[in-house]
Protein backbone atom coordinates (compact mmCIF):
# COMPACT_ATOMS: atom_id res chain seq x y z
CA UNK A 1 0.00 0.00 0.00
CA UNK A 2 3.08 2.50 0.85
CA UNK A 3 4.32 2.06 -2.58
CA UNK A 4 1.39 2.41 -4.06
CA UNK A 5 1.28 5.72 -2.69
CA UNK A 6 3.50 7.56 -5.06
CA UNK A 7 1.32 7.67 -7.99
CA UNK A 8 1.74 9.98 -10.93
CA UNK A 9 -0.87 12.56 -11.20
CA UNK A 10 -0.89 14.83 -14.70
CA UNK A 11 3.01 16.13 -14.85
CA UNK A 12 3.29 16.17 -11.32
CA UNK A 13 4.17 13.64 -8.13
CA UNK A 14 1.18 13.99 -5.75
CA UNK A 15 1.58 13.51 -1.78
CA UNK A 16 1.40 10.02 -0.91
CA UNK A 17 -2.85 9.66 -0.12
CA UNK A 18 -4.82 6.47 -0.55
CA UNK A 19 -7.31 8.90 -1.43
CA UNK A 20 -6.33 9.13 -5.32
CA UNK A 21 -5.92 5.33 -5.91
CA UNK A 22 -9.12 5.13 -7.65
CA UNK A 23 -7.57 2.68 -10.08
CA UNK A 24 -6.53 0.70 -6.92
CA UNK A 25 -8.91 0.66 -4.95
CA UNK A 26 -10.46 -2.77 -5.26
CA UNK A 27 -6.59 -4.53 -5.00
CA UNK A 28 -5.96 -2.15 -1.89
CA UNK A 29 -9.26 -3.00 -0.33
CA UNK A 30 -8.85 -6.37 -0.81
CA UNK A 31 -5.13 -6.49 0.87
CA UNK A 32 -6.47 -4.08 4.09
CA UNK A 33 -9.74 -6.79 4.19
CA UNK A 34 -7.88 -9.80 4.58
CA UNK A 35 -5.02 -8.11 6.74
CA UNK A 36 -7.97 -7.13 8.83
CA UNK A 37 -9.21 -10.44 9.23
CA UNK A 38 -6.22 -12.14 9.91
CA UNK A 39 -5.73 -9.95 12.67
CA UNK A 40 -8.91 -9.46 14.63
CA UNK A 41 -12.62 -10.15 13.89
CA UNK A 42 -15.18 -7.38 14.82
CA UNK A 43 -17.39 -7.85 17.34
CA UNK A 44 -19.91 -5.48 16.08
CA UNK A 45 -22.24 -8.01 14.66
CA UNK A 46 -23.54 -11.19 15.37
CA UNK A 47 -25.35 -14.38 13.79
CA UNK A 48 -28.45 -13.14 14.00
CA UNK A 49 -27.89 -9.77 12.37
CA UNK A 50 -28.57 -7.65 15.86
CA UNK A 51 -26.43 -4.65 15.74
CA UNK A 52 -25.23 -3.79 19.90
CA UNK A 53 -23.20 -1.07 20.45
CA UNK A 54 -23.14 1.11 23.69
CA UNK A 55 -26.66 0.24 24.95
CA UNK A 56 -27.53 0.60 21.36
CA UNK A 57 -29.77 -2.02 19.68
CA UNK A 58 -30.72 -2.45 15.93
CA UNK A 59 -31.96 -5.80 14.96
CA UNK A 60 -32.53 -6.13 10.93
CA UNK A 61 -35.76 -8.75 11.34
CA UNK A 62 -36.02 -8.81 7.69
CA UNK A 63 -33.97 -8.67 4.36
CA UNK A 64 -34.63 -8.85 0.74
CA UNK A 65 -32.47 -11.94 -0.66
CA UNK A 66 -32.55 -10.94 -3.99
CA UNK A 67 -33.60 -8.96 -6.44
CA UNK A 68 -33.44 -5.21 -7.09
CA UNK A 69 -34.62 -3.86 -3.96
CA UNK A 70 -32.26 -3.45 -0.28
CA UNK A 71 -35.49 -2.94 1.80
CA UNK A 72 -35.21 -4.44 5.12
CA UNK A 73 -36.98 -4.46 8.21
CA UNK A 74 -35.48 -3.54 11.83
CA UNK A 75 -35.96 -2.48 15.05
CA UNK A 76 -33.56 0.13 16.86
CA UNK A 77 -33.88 0.20 20.71
CA UNK A 78 -32.12 3.00 22.63
CA UNK A 79 -31.98 3.19 26.43
CA UNK A 80 -34.84 5.06 28.08
CA UNK A 81 -36.49 5.59 24.80
CA UNK A 82 -39.01 4.12 22.77
CA UNK A 83 -38.00 1.03 20.25
CA UNK A 84 -38.13 2.65 16.60
CA UNK A 85 -39.61 0.14 14.28
CA UNK A 86 -37.65 0.58 10.63
CA UNK A 87 -38.27 2.09 8.21
CA UNK A 88 -39.11 5.28 9.82
CA UNK A 89 -38.47 8.67 10.02
CA UNK A 90 -37.52 11.72 12.43
CA UNK A 91 -38.68 14.73 12.58
CA UNK A 92 -36.24 17.81 12.07
CA UNK A 93 -36.68 20.80 14.73
CA UNK A 94 -35.64 24.03 15.52
CA UNK A 95 -33.52 25.65 18.32
CA UNK A 96 -34.86 22.03 19.58
CA UNK A 97 -38.69 22.41 19.13
CA UNK A 98 -40.68 20.51 16.24
CA UNK A 99 -42.11 23.60 14.49
CA UNK A 100 -45.31 25.10 15.51
CA UNK A 101 -45.48 22.27 18.04
CA UNK A 102 -45.26 22.48 22.03
CA UNK A 103 -43.93 19.44 23.59
CA UNK A 104 -47.62 18.71 25.29
CA UNK A 105 -48.90 19.01 21.98
CA UNK A 106 -45.65 16.43 20.67
CA UNK A 107 -46.64 13.84 22.97
CA UNK A 108 -50.39 14.30 23.16
CA UNK A 109 -50.95 14.05 19.23
CA UNK A 110 -48.14 12.59 17.23
CA UNK A 111 -45.93 9.71 17.18
CA UNK A 112 -42.48 11.31 16.36
CA UNK A 113 -40.14 8.45 17.32
CA UNK A 114 -36.93 10.85 17.24
CA UNK A 115 -35.85 14.58 16.79
CA UNK A 116 -33.04 16.21 14.35
CA UNK A 117 -31.87 19.36 16.15
CA UNK A 118 -28.62 21.34 15.17
CA UNK A 119 -25.87 22.14 17.43
CA UNK A 120 -25.34 26.04 15.49
CA UNK A 121 -28.98 26.52 16.79
CA UNK A 122 -27.73 26.72 20.35
CA UNK A 123 -23.85 28.47 20.45
CA UNK A 124 -25.30 32.21 19.23
CA UNK A 125 -24.17 33.30 22.64
CA UNK A 126 -20.46 33.17 24.38
CA UNK A 127 -21.95 31.04 27.41
CA UNK A 128 -24.67 29.22 25.86
CA UNK A 129 -27.37 28.36 28.04
CA UNK A 130 -27.88 24.84 26.68
CA UNK A 131 -24.32 23.73 27.50
CA UNK A 132 -25.39 24.80 31.39
CA UNK A 133 -28.98 23.73 32.38
CA UNK A 134 -28.89 21.19 35.17
CA UNK A 135 -30.58 17.32 33.82
CA UNK A 136 -31.79 15.42 36.34
CA UNK A 137 -31.88 12.66 33.97
CA UNK A 138 -28.13 13.59 33.10
CA UNK A 139 -29.11 14.15 29.23
CA UNK A 140 -28.92 17.74 28.91
CA UNK A 141 -29.93 18.05 25.76
CA UNK A 142 -33.68 16.37 25.99
CA UNK A 143 -34.09 18.14 29.33
CA UNK A 144 -33.13 21.67 27.57
CA UNK A 145 -35.82 20.88 24.83
CA UNK A 146 -38.67 19.39 27.01
CA UNK A 147 -39.51 16.33 24.76
CA UNK A 148 -41.09 13.82 25.68
CA UNK A 149 -39.80 10.64 27.91
CA UNK A 150 -39.48 8.25 24.85
CA UNK A 151 -38.59 10.48 22.07
CA UNK A 152 -34.65 10.13 21.09
CA UNK A 153 -32.56 12.95 20.31
CA UNK A 154 -29.95 13.44 17.52
CA UNK A 155 -27.54 15.98 17.63
CA UNK A 156 -25.59 16.89 14.51
CA UNK A 157 -23.29 19.82 13.50
CA UNK A 158 -25.33 21.55 11.07
CA UNK A 159 -29.09 21.66 10.23
CA UNK A 160 -30.57 19.96 7.79
CA UNK A 161 -30.51 21.10 5.21
CA UNK A 162 -27.69 23.10 6.37
CA UNK A 163 -27.58 26.43 5.67
CA UNK A 164 -24.64 27.94 3.44
CA UNK A 165 -22.09 30.18 4.35
CA UNK A 166 -19.75 32.63 2.71
CA UNK A 167 -16.85 30.59 3.36
CA UNK A 168 -15.82 27.09 3.46
CA UNK A 169 -14.64 24.77 6.04
CA UNK A 170 -11.11 24.92 7.63
CA UNK A 171 -8.69 22.46 8.42
CA UNK A 172 -10.05 21.83 12.12
CA UNK A 173 -13.52 24.17 12.31
CA UNK A 174 -16.98 24.09 10.57
CA UNK A 175 -18.59 27.20 9.13
CA UNK A 176 -22.00 27.40 10.69
CA UNK A 177 -25.05 29.71 11.01
CA UNK A 178 -26.35 31.06 14.37
CA UNK A 179 -29.41 33.02 14.96
CA UNK A 180 -26.56 36.06 15.73
CA UNK A 181 -24.82 35.15 12.35
CA UNK A 182 -21.78 33.16 10.95
CA UNK A 183 -18.91 31.52 12.91
CA UNK A 184 -16.48 28.54 12.93
CA UNK A 185 -17.00 25.94 14.87
CA UNK A 186 -13.74 23.69 15.85
CA UNK A 187 -14.06 19.89 16.04
CA UNK A 188 -12.83 19.93 19.80
CA UNK A 189 -15.42 22.55 20.06
CA UNK A 190 -18.56 20.23 18.80
CA UNK A 191 -17.03 17.35 20.74
CA UNK A 192 -16.95 18.90 23.92
CA UNK A 193 -20.86 19.34 23.14
CA UNK A 194 -21.64 16.05 22.54
CA UNK A 195 -19.75 15.22 25.70
CA UNK A 196 -22.20 17.74 28.16
CA UNK A 197 -25.25 17.31 25.83
CA UNK A 198 -25.80 13.73 26.05
CA UNK A 199 -27.30 12.98 22.68
CA UNK A 200 -29.45 9.65 22.23
CA UNK A 201 -27.46 10.39 18.64
CA UNK A 202 -24.49 11.71 17.70
CA UNK A 203 -23.50 12.31 14.01
CA UNK A 204 -19.76 12.28 13.76
CA UNK A 205 -18.54 15.79 11.94
CA UNK A 206 -18.12 16.31 8.26
CA UNK A 207 -16.71 17.99 5.49
CA UNK A 208 -19.73 19.13 3.59
CA UNK A 209 -20.68 20.92 0.81
CA UNK A 210 -19.78 24.54 0.71
CA UNK A 211 -21.82 26.23 -2.26
CA UNK A 212 -21.61 24.45 -5.10
CA UNK A 213 -23.04 20.28 -5.30
CA UNK A 214 -20.12 19.74 -8.03
CA UNK A 215 -17.07 20.60 -6.46
CA UNK A 216 -13.61 19.62 -8.31
CA UNK A 217 -11.80 16.62 -7.60
CA UNK A 218 -9.23 18.04 -5.55
CA UNK A 219 -11.96 19.38 -3.19
CA UNK A 220 -13.48 16.24 -3.35
CA UNK A 221 -10.32 14.21 -2.30
CA UNK A 222 -9.69 17.01 0.80
CA UNK A 223 -13.02 16.37 1.53
CA UNK A 224 -12.93 12.82 2.30
CA UNK A 225 -9.53 13.47 4.07
CA UNK A 226 -11.18 15.83 6.32
CA UNK A 227 -14.45 13.91 7.50
CA UNK A 228 -11.59 11.27 8.22
CA UNK A 229 -9.49 12.87 10.04
CA UNK A 230 -12.33 14.28 12.20
CA UNK A 231 -13.54 11.63 12.71
CA UNK A 232 -10.47 10.23 14.34
CA UNK A 233 -10.19 12.98 16.70
CA UNK A 234 -13.62 12.94 17.64
CA UNK A 235 -13.42 9.32 18.60
CA UNK A 236 -10.45 9.39 20.80
CA UNK A 237 -9.76 6.55 23.50
CA UNK A 238 -10.90 8.89 26.16
CA UNK A 239 -14.40 10.41 24.78
CA UNK A 240 -14.90 7.09 23.75
CA UNK A 241 -15.50 5.85 27.00
CA UNK A 242 -16.90 9.05 27.87
CA UNK A 243 -19.80 8.21 25.41
CA UNK A 244 -19.88 4.71 26.27
CA UNK A 245 -20.67 5.93 30.17
CA UNK A 246 -23.20 8.84 28.87
CA UNK A 247 -24.80 6.18 26.50
CA UNK A 248 -24.41 8.27 23.43
CA UNK A 249 -24.62 6.34 20.13
CA UNK A 250 -22.22 7.42 17.69
CA UNK A 251 -23.48 7.45 13.62
CA UNK A 252 -20.40 8.12 11.47
CA UNK A 253 -20.97 10.82 8.08
CA UNK A 254 -20.87 9.00 5.11
CA UNK A 255 -20.17 11.85 2.49
CA UNK A 256 -21.65 12.67 -0.64
CA UNK A 257 -18.40 12.28 -2.58
CA UNK A 258 -17.87 9.42 -5.11
CA UNK A 259 -17.12 6.10 -4.15
CA UNK A 260 -13.88 5.86 -5.96
CA UNK A 261 -12.99 8.87 -3.97
CA UNK A 262 -13.82 7.74 -0.06
CA UNK A 263 -13.79 4.23 -0.22
CA UNK A 264 -10.48 4.80 1.48
CA UNK A 265 -12.63 6.43 4.51
CA UNK A 266 -15.38 3.22 3.89
CA UNK A 267 -12.26 1.16 4.46
CA UNK A 268 -11.17 2.95 7.86
CA UNK A 269 -14.76 2.64 9.33
CA UNK A 270 -14.92 -0.92 8.81
CA UNK A 271 -11.82 -2.22 9.95
CA UNK A 272 -10.48 0.77 12.24
CA UNK A 273 -13.35 2.08 14.19
CA UNK A 274 -15.75 -0.27 13.61
CA UNK A 275 -16.14 -1.05 17.92
CA UNK A 276 -16.76 2.74 18.45
CA UNK A 277 -19.47 3.48 15.88
CA UNK A 278 -23.45 2.56 16.07
CA UNK A 279 -24.61 3.68 12.88
CA UNK A 280 -23.93 5.55 9.36
CA UNK A 281 -25.28 8.74 8.68
CA UNK A 282 -25.77 8.72 4.93
CA UNK A 283 -25.27 12.14 3.11
CA UNK A 284 -25.86 10.12 -0.40
CA UNK A 285 -27.99 7.42 -0.44
CA UNK A 286 -26.63 6.12 -3.82
CA UNK A 287 -23.22 4.89 -2.38
CA UNK A 288 -24.98 2.45 -0.37
CA UNK A 289 -25.10 -0.33 -3.11
CA UNK A 290 -20.76 0.05 -3.14
CA UNK A 291 -21.55 -0.52 0.96
CA UNK A 292 -23.59 -3.35 0.61
CA UNK A 293 -21.16 -5.34 -1.60
CA UNK A 294 -17.71 -4.20 -0.50
CA UNK A 295 -17.64 -3.35 3.54
CA UNK A 296 -19.33 -6.68 5.41
CA UNK A 297 -19.08 -5.19 8.54
CA UNK A 298 -21.06 -2.22 7.90
CA UNK A 299 -24.28 -3.50 6.48
CA UNK A 300 -25.60 -4.33 10.16
CA UNK A 301 -25.47 -1.15 11.09
CA UNK A 302 -28.71 1.36 10.98
CA UNK A 303 -28.93 3.56 8.40
CA UNK A 304 -29.92 7.21 9.21
CA UNK A 305 -30.24 8.96 5.53
CA UNK A 306 -29.35 12.86 5.31
CA UNK A 307 -29.70 12.95 2.11
CA UNK A 308 -33.03 15.15 1.82
CA UNK A 309 -36.05 13.70 -0.16
CA UNK A 310 -38.38 16.02 -1.90
CA UNK A 311 -41.31 13.98 -2.55
CA UNK A 312 -42.74 10.66 -0.90
CA UNK A 313 -41.54 9.06 -3.86
CA UNK A 314 -37.38 10.15 -2.92
CA UNK A 315 -38.47 8.40 0.30
CA UNK A 316 -39.75 4.87 -1.08
CA UNK A 317 -36.40 5.11 -3.20
CA UNK A 318 -34.10 5.61 -0.56
CA UNK A 319 -35.95 2.79 1.54
CA UNK A 320 -35.57 0.74 -1.59
CA UNK A 321 -31.80 1.34 -1.42
CA UNK A 322 -31.73 0.09 2.20
CA UNK A 323 -32.17 3.58 4.12
CA UNK A 324 -33.63 2.31 7.88
CA UNK A 325 -34.11 6.07 9.15
CA UNK A 326 -35.51 9.23 6.91
CA UNK A 327 -34.96 12.86 7.88
CA UNK A 328 -37.90 15.17 6.11
CA UNK A 329 -37.54 18.38 6.16
CA UNK A 330 -40.33 19.27 3.51
CA UNK A 331 -43.03 18.19 6.26
CA UNK A 332 -42.42 21.74 8.27
CA UNK A 333 -41.98 23.29 4.70
CA UNK A 334 -45.68 21.70 3.51
CA UNK A 335 -47.71 22.82 6.88
CA UNK A 336 -46.26 26.05 6.55
CA UNK A 337 -47.63 26.66 2.93
CA UNK A 338 -50.98 25.35 4.51
CA UNK A 339 -51.35 21.92 2.65
CA UNK A 340 -52.75 18.84 4.14
CA UNK A 341 -50.66 16.22 3.06
CA UNK A 342 -52.85 13.27 1.47
CA UNK A 343 -51.40 10.39 -0.03
CA UNK A 344 -51.46 6.78 1.68
CA UNK A 345 -49.03 3.58 1.04
CA UNK A 346 -50.29 1.62 -0.17
CA UNK A 347 -52.35 3.25 -2.36
CA UNK A 348 -56.31 2.68 -1.72
CA UNK A 349 -57.54 4.20 -4.98
CA UNK A 350 -58.27 1.60 -7.72
CA UNK A 351 -59.03 4.43 -10.34
CA UNK A 352 -56.87 5.51 -13.43
CA UNK A 353 -57.30 9.19 -12.24
CA UNK A 354 -53.96 11.01 -10.51
CA UNK A 355 -54.32 11.91 -7.29
CA UNK A 356 -52.60 14.77 -5.36
CA UNK A 357 -50.24 13.97 -2.79
CA UNK A 358 -51.98 16.93 -0.78
CA UNK A 359 -55.12 19.13 -0.41
CA UNK A 360 -54.51 22.95 -0.55
CA UNK A 361 -56.42 24.33 2.90
CA UNK A 362 -56.73 28.37 1.25
CA UNK A 363 -58.05 27.14 -1.01
CA UNK A 364 -62.11 29.34 -1.48
CA UNK A 365 -63.90 25.81 -1.54
CA UNK A 366 -62.96 25.01 2.17
CA UNK A 367 -64.21 28.29 3.44
CA UNK A 368 -67.36 26.05 3.98
CA UNK A 369 -66.23 22.61 4.05
CA UNK A 370 -67.25 21.15 6.92
CA UNK A 371 -65.62 17.83 6.11
CA UNK A 372 -61.46 16.70 7.73
CA UNK A 373 -58.41 17.54 6.41
CA UNK A 374 -58.70 14.27 4.46
CA UNK A 375 -61.27 11.92 4.52
CA UNK A 376 -60.17 8.85 6.74
CA UNK A 377 -57.65 9.87 9.03
CA UNK A 378 -57.31 9.39 12.64
CA UNK A 379 -55.44 12.14 13.44
CA UNK A 380 -56.84 14.68 16.22
CA UNK A 381 -56.99 17.79 14.10
CA UNK A 382 -58.94 15.68 11.54
CA UNK A 383 -61.40 14.00 14.01
CA UNK A 384 -61.77 17.27 16.15
CA UNK A 385 -61.78 19.99 13.45
CA UNK A 386 -62.80 20.95 9.62
CA UNK A 387 -61.58 22.27 6.87
CA UNK A 388 -63.80 25.59 7.40
CA UNK A 389 -62.21 26.34 10.89
CA UNK A 390 -58.60 25.71 9.28
CA UNK A 391 -59.83 28.15 6.09
CA UNK A 392 -60.07 30.61 8.69
CA UNK A 393 -57.42 30.13 10.76
CA UNK A 394 -54.78 30.25 8.06
CA UNK A 395 -56.45 33.59 6.81
CA UNK A 396 -56.94 35.58 9.99
CA UNK A 397 -52.53 34.18 10.75
CA UNK A 398 -53.75 32.17 14.06
CA UNK A 399 -50.96 30.10 14.87
CA UNK A 400 -53.07 27.42 15.65
CA UNK A 401 -53.51 26.53 11.68
CA UNK A 402 -50.44 25.64 11.63
CA UNK A 403 -49.98 23.79 14.06
CA UNK A 404 -53.11 21.56 13.69
CA UNK A 405 -51.39 21.16 10.19
CA UNK A 406 -48.19 19.80 11.83
CA UNK A 407 -49.65 17.32 13.68
CA UNK A 408 -52.13 16.08 10.69
CA UNK A 409 -49.17 16.31 8.42
CA UNK A 410 -46.64 14.32 10.99
CA UNK A 411 -49.43 11.66 11.69
CA UNK A 412 -49.93 11.43 7.51
CA UNK A 413 -46.14 10.54 7.77
CA UNK A 414 -46.01 7.77 10.34
CA UNK A 415 -48.95 6.21 8.96
CA UNK A 416 -47.03 6.37 5.36
CA UNK A 417 -44.18 4.41 7.46
CA UNK A 418 -46.67 1.94 9.10
CA UNK A 419 -47.38 1.28 5.71
CA UNK A 420 -44.11 0.49 4.52
CA UNK A 421 -43.08 -1.61 7.22
CA UNK A 422 -46.55 -3.67 7.27
CA UNK A 423 -45.85 -4.75 3.16
CA UNK A 424 -42.30 -5.63 3.79
CA UNK A 425 -43.57 -7.52 6.87
CA UNK A 426 -45.92 -9.24 4.55
CA UNK A 427 -44.75 -9.71 0.98
CA UNK A 428 -41.02 -8.28 1.68
CA UNK A 429 -39.09 -6.80 -1.09
CA UNK A 430 -40.85 -7.96 -3.73
CA UNK A 431 -44.35 -6.56 -2.73
CA UNK A 432 -42.64 -3.45 -2.10
CA UNK A 433 -41.37 -3.02 -4.91
CA UNK A 434 -44.82 -3.64 -6.89
CA UNK A 435 -46.78 -1.25 -4.33
CA UNK A 436 -43.50 1.01 -4.83
CA UNK A 437 -44.42 1.73 -8.96
CA UNK A 438 -48.29 1.41 -7.85
CA UNK A 439 -47.59 4.37 -5.88
CA UNK A 440 -45.89 6.13 -8.35
CA UNK A 441 -48.52 5.77 -10.92
CA UNK A 442 -51.16 6.81 -8.60
CA UNK A 443 -49.90 9.97 -6.92
CA UNK A 444 -48.60 13.19 -8.65
CA UNK A 445 -44.98 13.71 -8.97
CA UNK A 446 -44.32 16.91 -7.03
CA UNK A 447 -45.92 18.12 -3.97
CA UNK A 448 -48.58 21.21 -3.82
CA UNK A 449 -46.80 24.33 -3.29
CA UNK A 450 -49.75 25.98 -1.55
CA UNK A 451 -51.63 29.34 -2.68
CA UNK A 452 -51.71 31.48 0.17
CA UNK A 453 -48.94 33.51 2.75
CA UNK A 454 -46.91 31.48 4.76
CA UNK A 455 -46.40 32.22 8.30
CA UNK A 456 -43.28 34.76 9.72
CA UNK A 457 -39.92 33.01 8.45
CA UNK A 458 -37.95 31.77 11.38
CA UNK A 459 -34.08 30.17 11.28
CA UNK A 460 -35.11 27.59 9.55
CA UNK A 461 -36.49 29.19 6.30
CA UNK A 462 -33.37 31.42 5.92
CA UNK A 463 -31.21 29.62 2.68
CA UNK A 464 -28.80 32.21 2.20
CA UNK A 465 -27.63 33.22 -1.40
CA UNK A 466 -25.64 35.67 -3.09
CA UNK A 467 -27.77 38.50 -2.89
CA UNK A 468 -30.21 37.17 -0.85
CA UNK A 469 -33.37 39.28 -1.40
CA UNK A 470 -35.82 40.54 2.62
CA UNK A 471 -37.35 36.90 3.18
CA UNK A 472 -40.36 38.89 5.59
CA UNK A 473 -42.29 41.98 3.91
CA UNK A 474 -42.59 44.89 6.37
CA UNK A 475 -44.89 45.02 8.00
CA UNK A 476 -45.74 48.85 7.26
CA UNK A 477 -45.30 51.16 4.04
CA UNK A 478 -45.73 54.20 2.44
CA UNK A 479 -48.88 54.71 1.08
CA UNK A 480 -46.94 56.29 -1.87
CA UNK A 481 -43.49 56.83 -3.38
CA UNK A 482 -43.24 60.56 -2.94
CA UNK A 483 -43.79 62.61 -0.07
CA UNK A 484 -46.75 64.72 -1.58
CA UNK A 485 -48.50 61.92 -2.46
CA UNK A 486 -48.32 60.51 1.62
CA UNK A 487 -49.80 63.30 2.81
CA UNK A 488 -52.00 64.41 0.30
CA UNK A 489 -53.28 60.44 0.48
CA UNK A 490 -53.19 60.80 4.62
CA UNK A 491 -55.25 63.95 4.80
CA UNK A 492 -58.09 62.83 2.48
CA UNK A 493 -58.10 59.74 4.38
CA UNK A 494 -58.58 61.55 7.33
CA UNK A 495 -60.63 64.58 5.57
CA UNK A 496 -62.86 61.95 4.60
CA UNK A 497 -63.32 59.93 7.71
CA UNK A 498 -64.50 62.85 9.54
CA UNK A 499 -67.77 63.11 7.75
CA UNK A 500 -68.23 59.37 8.74
CA UNK A 501 -70.56 58.52 11.23
CA UNK A 502 -69.05 56.08 14.57
CA UNK A 503 -65.55 56.74 13.34
CA UNK A 504 -62.86 57.86 15.62
CA UNK A 505 -60.77 61.46 15.78
CA UNK A 506 -58.77 61.49 12.05
CA UNK A 507 -55.24 60.54 12.42
CA UNK A 508 -54.46 64.00 10.50
CA UNK A 509 -56.46 66.94 11.79
CA UNK A 510 -57.64 69.90 9.55
CA UNK A 511 -55.26 72.66 11.09
CA UNK A 512 -51.76 73.20 12.20
CA UNK A 513 -49.64 72.37 14.92
CA UNK A 514 -49.13 75.89 15.93
CA UNK A 515 -53.29 76.46 16.38
CA UNK A 516 -53.56 73.14 18.34
CA UNK A 517 -51.21 74.38 20.36
CA UNK A 518 -52.65 77.79 20.99
CA UNK A 519 -55.84 75.87 21.99
CA UNK A 520 -54.18 73.93 24.87
CA UNK A 521 -53.80 71.21 22.43
CA UNK A 522 -52.06 68.02 24.68
CA UNK A 523 -51.42 70.40 28.04
CA UNK A 524 -51.83 68.70 31.41
CA UNK A 525 -54.66 70.43 33.10
CA UNK A 526 -55.87 69.98 36.95
CA UNK A 527 -59.19 72.00 37.85
CA UNK A 528 -59.30 73.78 34.68
CA UNK A 529 -61.72 73.80 32.32
CA UNK A 530 -60.76 72.39 28.46
CA UNK A 531 -60.75 74.80 25.92
CA UNK A 532 -63.50 74.24 23.04
CA UNK A 533 -61.63 73.53 20.09
Known amino acids: LRLLGSFVIGSGISKPSPYQLPVFSGLTHNLSEGLGKCVKMSNAETISGERNSEGMIFEILKKAVNGTSAARLGR ?6 NPIETPNYIAVASRGVVPHVTPDNLEKHTSISAA ?8 EKKNPSALSIPSPDKKPLHTFSCLPEGMATVLAPRRCPAIKTPVGNGANFMAVFTSTGFRNLTTDEYSAAVETL ?13 TSTMPVPKKLVRMAER ?16 LKEAGVSVFAPVLAVPYPIQWEHLRHLADDVIDSISGLAIYDVDLLPDIEDNYEPLVSLPRLSLHIPVTPQAILRQIALGVDVCTIPFVNAISDAGVALSFTFPPLSQSDAI ?4 EDMWSSQNETSLKPFVEGCKCYACTTHHRAFLHHLLNAKEMLGWTLLQIHNHQVMTDFFAGIRATLAEGGAEKFEEQEKRFAAVYEAELPQGTGTRPRARGYHFKPDPNPSRINPPAWENFATDGEGIASGVVGAAKAAEGAEGTDTPLVPDVGSLKLEGKGFAEVAYGKQKPEL
Request: proline share 11%.
Open 76 to 81: LSLPKR
Open 116 to 123: YMALEDFI
Open 198 to 210: KPDIAIGPADLFH
Open 227 to 242: TEEWTDSFLTPRRREA
Open 355 to 358: LPLG
